[in-house]
């Protein structure tokens, strides 16, 4: 006996127990306690539902006691079939299962004790490999390996056998098992490409048209189709039938490579795909075409019968391995018609060529029609504008063979047309063949004229292009030639192309001409008057007298002569005055007064040492402190009006005495001015004169002697003077300044009173209010 459990709900005084819900009699209930009187197996029933019963000393009671059978792994995995077989195709994938193992457990599948697993423990034979086969550990499924499904060959050996082991608990140790064998038979397979099929495009239905069938000959198997075609061309059915549902086009495309995919329901590929191709037979369904529909050439109207001037090429779609694409090509039309049979075009080539025996006077251009047709009859058609090329045949020709005389006068201005003339060429106006070049053979040796062709016209105008001297030429032949600027392709120039061309000068009376235009002359300052310093020379065309005069000399420094045209001095001239003088010279034609020439004449001052320095400034209010403050000094500034040829640098010097040198010094600052400075610490207050001489650069030089009053004084801290220094004997004193500073207000004052009173007598009248601004302020003195 085994208690299970302890029944609470049981009180501890009843009576009448009863227990039913068990058949067998296992149960039974002791002092509330449930026990077992035998073994209990879940395999055979898994759970009890026991009613207990009672009476207690009140009422009658009950109460469901539910036992569950708890498992215990105590049956051993069985295989559900004792003779396990299975078949493998030849060509299946590795991992695609081909058979399925199955076993069985009593145990609850709810735990570990029913969890199954599987594995291969052995596979006989071992060829080619050891390692062919695969069995998935829960599942059961058996299939090829990587080397399995590469080198499976039934030849080689067309059955297999497997030891295979199913244990519980998930396969751990101390699990039980059972091993099996399964037989595997290796079978071939019609999965295989099918043979190439031909179709010729177009073909008239009705659709769908079946065209090839593959067959898996495993399990149960899907198919599909893949390739470059479009969606629905080609279908597959359940049974693997192949159907073309459209009409094929093999212009568009030529052929299909198509692959089958074979799947298992569950989408995964059993085999590699096999492919089918697809040829498409040709069809003449298609013209042939040119590439455009208009083309341009040119021939030469000298081109020669026979000669090629285009070739036309047609093309067309069908298959160029047959007749199909074989092309004619005909010559349909010529605008415009006349004359007839000037080209033709080879029938199997397309090369069109001259058939007439000359181009020349046939029109400008032409429009032809050319067509394409193959053995069917299909064909288009193009056109062909062939442009007659004009060449040089015809040389230019003038209309007569001498132009003029022409008369021009000698004044004409350069770019005065003379005449314009032209050489007609017969051939096509506008072109190269057309065009003239003009030159001048003969006769303008100078270049005195020019030509300007008109391109437009052809037509060449004579220019002149320099002035025209009567005097020096008075007549011009010209040889004017015409030529084309290509060369000519047949006959040559002759007299016709060219022309003489006469042209007479016209005299004028013409204006002196002077010899510059500028005279520029230099004279030294002071020299004699009346001296020659210029001849202006000018010459007359025509040999007229020229006279001369001047303009621009105010003053008359300078005259000319009015036949020969010398310039001379009237005075001596001073370059301190004025160092250039510009006037203008006239030439008059002496027979003609209207008819003149002027040049321009500046003459240049040359200095001359004549002026000596001078000293500049007042020094009067100026002085020295002493003793002697260092860097002190009086600026002297001096200054010579000769040029600074002359006066340049000019020099300060001390006279030669020794007191003068031992008490003074002389610092050079510049050219005009330099430093008076004490040169001894201490020189009693006093004024003094300080002789020194200044002289200028010239050679010999020119010199000024100087007596400087110079004032040395005591000075304050700020350096003012502190005592007003001794008069010079001869110099003015302040107080006698004064007086005649007060003279001179006097004598002015005197002035003006007188000039008032008289003012005052000849016009009594009282100033009015309007005019009282007018009268002068009265001034007492």
């Not at 969890?115 to 423990?121: T, W």
């Not at 099918?194 to 898996?216: A, F, T």
């Not at 081109?303 to 298959?319: S, Y």
């Not at 320095?613 to 100026?622: E, I, R």
Request: aromatic share 8%.
């Amino acid at each position: 006996m085994h208690h299970l459990e302890k029944l609470h709900s049981l009180p501890v005084n009843y009576s009448d127990l009863v227990v039913t819900g068990d058949d067998e009699g296992i149960f039974g209930i002791d002092a509330q306690f449930l026990y077992a009187l035998k073994p209990l197996d879940r395999e055979k029933q898994p759970s009890y539902s026991l009613q207990v019963s009672f009476r207690t000393s009140v009422h009658h009671q009950s109460f469901t006691v539910e036992v569950c059978v708890i498992d215990k792994n105590d049956n051993v995995p069985v295989f559900i079939e004792e003779s396990m077989r299975g078949s493998v195709q030849l060509g299946l994938l590795k991992g695609i299962p081909f058979m399925q193992v199955e076993a069985l457990d009593r145990d609850d599948r709810n735990t570990a004790h029913a969890e199954l697993r599987f594995s291969l423990m052995e596979q006989t034979p071992r060829i080619p490999s050891s390692q062919m086969f695969f069995i998935d550990s829960i599942t059961g499924e058996v299939s090829l390996t990587e080397e399995g499904a590469s080198t499976l060959d039934p030849e080689m050996c067309g059955r297999y056998k497997l030891a295979v082991m199913v244990k519980d608990m998930a396969g751990k140790a101390n699990a039980f098992f059972t091993t099996g064998i399964v037989t595997v038979e290796v079978t071939g397979n019609t999965w295989a490409s099918p043979d190439p099929v031909r179709l010729q495009e177009n073909l008239p239905g009705p659709y769908p048209i079946p065209i090839s069938q593959v067959k898996w000959s495993g399990s149960q198997a899907e198919y599909s189709l893949e390739g470059e075609f479009p969606e629905m061309l080609f279908t597959i059915s359940r049974e693997g039938v192949i159907y073309l549902n459209a009409p094929l086009d093999r212009e568009t495309q030529d052929q299909f490579q198509i692959s089958i995919v074979v799947e298992r329901p569950d989408g995964r590929e059993i085999a590699k795909p096999v492919e089918l191709r697809v040829m498409v037979g040709d069809a003449n369904d298609n013209r042939p075409t040119f590439p455009q529909a208009q083309y341009h050439t040119v021939v030469k109207e000298l081109a020669a019968r026979g000669t090629e001037i285009l070739t036309v090429q047609a093309a067309d779609n069908d298959d160029p391995k047959t007749d199909n694409v074989r092309i004619f090509y005909r010559l349909i039309g010529q605008i415009p018609e006349s004359p007839r049979a000037l080209f033709r075009v080879d029938r199997d080539s397309g090369v069109i060529s001259v058939q007439a025996d000359s181009m020349e006077g046939t029109a400008p251009q032409y429009t032809l029609t050319i067509t394409a047709e193959d053995a069917k009859g299909l064909n288009s058609s193009c056109t062909v504008v062939v442009t007659v090329q004009d060449e040089n045949n015809n040389p230019p020709v003038f209309s007569q063979h001498e132009y003029g005389p022409f008369h021009i006068p000698e004044d004409a201005p350069a770019g005065t047309t003379v005449t314009a003339v032209l050489a007609g060429d017969a051939d096509v106006r506008g072109g190269d063949s057309w065009q003239v070049d003009y030159r001048l053979e003969s006769g303008n040796e100078e270049e005195v004229f020019t030509l300007v062709t008109d391109k437009q016209t052809n037509e060449v105008s004579l220019v002149l292009s320099k002035v025209l001297d009567f005097e020096r030429e008075s007549e011009y032949i010209l040889v004017l030639s015409a030529q084309n600027p290509v060369a000519l392709v047949r006959g040559r120039y002759g007299p016709a192309s060219t022309a003489t061309v006469s042209i007479y000068v016209d005299d004028v009376n013409e204006g002196p001409i002077l010899s510059q235009t500028h005279y520029e002359v230099t004279v030294r300052e002071g020299e004699e008057p009346g001296r020659v310093i210029a001849t202006i020379r000018g010459y007359d065309p025509d040999s007229h007298p020229i006279r001369y005069s001047l303009q621009g000399d105010t003053k008359k420094y300078f005259s000319i002569g009015k036949y020969s045209g010398e310039l001379k001095t009237v005075q001596a001239l001073d370059r301190e005055e004025n160092s250039t003088y510009t006037m203008e010279v006239i030439a008059v034609d002496g027979r003609n007064s209207s008819l003149s020439a002027s040049t321009l004449v500046t003459v240049q001052i040359l200095d001359v040492n004549d002026n000596s320095p001078v000293l500049v400034g007042d020094y009067s209010w100026k002085y020295l402190c002493t003793p002697r403050w260092e860097d002190q000094a009086l600026v002297l500034a001096s200054r010579d009006s000769d040029g600074p040829q002359h006066g340049g640098r000019l020099n300060f010097s001390l006279r030669s005495d020794a007191t003068v040198r031992r008490n003074w010094k002389l610092t050079p600052i510049n050219d005009t001015h330099t430093n008076l400075s004490l040169n001894i610490p201490y020189l009693a207050p006093e004024v003094y004169t300080v002789p020194f001489t200044i002289s200028d650069s010239s050679s010999p030089p020119r010199s000024t002697f100087i007596n400087l009053p110079v004032t040395v004084c005591p000075c304050n801290v700020r350096g003012n003077c502190k005592m007003a220094a001794k008069q010079l004997q001869g110099m003015p004193t302040i107080q006698s300044a004064v007086g005649i500073l007060l003279g001179t207000f006097a004598v002015i004052g005197s002035i003006l009173i007188v000039i008032f009173v008289r003012l005052s007598y000849q016009n009594p009248e009282r100033p009015s209010k309007s005019n009282q601004e007018r009268v002068p302020l009265k001034i007492s003195i």
